[in-house]
T-cell receptor
């Protein structure tokens, strides 16, 4: 257990529905990252936060995806109008980062999304 | 853009030594991480290199050559529990942001 928790662990939904994932990072960590991973691939960067500010969002992330980190604590990742191609493991990671460094990322167990 | 290349699969025998190579072409390179990921589990940190040379940590060592865009992870005295995917992850800094970009991973199978 790394101290990063994600909820739900599994989500099965029908195409077109909205889903939301939550991540609770290690409490003193200032950075929070979202990655997506499909079978046989490495994690793919989606977006990240420095405290409550969203500093970068991948160009791969369509406008159906939105992430928030209110108050710089937990974060949510929402996918609207899900498509079958959204089926993946969504990983959250947090770190205690210094300027221009990421720090060691601590990953949660992930939220597995299946879109039927 | 970012380009990270590592072998897809490797097989080695228990007790042996294996070297997993990674080459990368990235802009804004800061350093290089290696992560281990067992099937169905989250990635866990193994090593971080920011300077050229070898970093040793128990059975695992990691090497970096910044000028060549090359790193390797060396695993000694292989154990069955080392069967996992090993992810090479350059740390990228774009001036306003810093993040890890991951390769596809090398799936290592340790056999008896």
């Amino acid at each position: 257990d790394t101290g990063v928790s994600q909820d739900p662990r599994h989500k099965i939904t029908k195409r077109g529905q909205n889903v939301t994932f939550r991540c609770d990072p290690i409490s003193e960590h200032n950075r929070l990252y979202w990655y997506r991973q499909t079978l046989g691939q490495g994690p793919e960067f989606l977006t990240y936060f420095q405290n409550e500010a969203q500093l970068e969002k991948s160009r791969l992330l369509s406008d159906r995806f939105s992430a928030e980190r209110p108050k710089g604590s937990f974060s949510t990742l929402e996918i609207q109008r899900t498509e079958q191609g959204d089926s993946a493991m969504y990983l959250c990671a947090s770190s205690l980062a210094r300027i221009q460094r990421t720090g060691e990322l601590f990953f949660g167990e992930g939220s597995r999304l299946t879109v039927l | 853009g970012q380009n990270i290349d590592q072998p897809t699969e490797m097989t080695a025998t228990e007790g042996a030594i294996v070297q997993i190579n990674c080459t990368y072409q990235t802009s804004g390179f800061n350093g290089l991480f290696w992560y281990q990921q067992h099937a169905g589990e989250a990635p866990t940190f193994l090593s971080y290199n920011v300077l050229d040379g070898l970093e040793e940590k128990g059975r695992f060592s990691s090497f970096l050559s910044r000028s060549k865009g090359y790193s390797y992870l060396l695993l000694k005295e292989l154990q069955m529990k080392d069967s996992a995917s090993y992810l090479c992850a350059p740390e990228i800094n774009t001036g306003t942001a810093s993040k890890l970009t991951f390769g596809t991973g090398t799936r290592l199978q340790v056999t008896l």
